[in-house]
């Protein structure tokens, strides 16, 4: 094998980790476990495709006791840098509704 295969062996592999999960968990048996964090948390998703709604939904805000996602449609991998009045408005309104609990 070239070293070039091996090189393209080894960045599918790191790809299909970081899109099973893996990326979220480190690899590690308690990366599925229930989070200790238990107070009101917000994640926030874009377009990107590496961190994808479905993936951070299912692996990664599942985790969380009290849980909620937003997303910035037209936003990469950075969608407070790409989208700040988005991004903006969405924290504005969360922490509104936290306060209000």
Known sequence: MTSISRDVQATSSAATWCSSGGL???????GDA??????????IT?????????LVR??????????????VPGAGHWPHVEQPAAVARILTDYVNSIANT
């Open 24 to 30: 979220w968990t480190g690899g590690h048996p308690l």
């Open 46 to 54: 874009s377009d990107d495709t590496f961190a994808s709604r479905p």
């Open 34 to 43: 229930p989070s200790a964090v238990t107070v009101p948390t917000l994640l």
């Open 58 to 71: 299912e692996q990664v805000a599942s985790r969380f006791e009290h849980c909620e996602t937003a997303y």
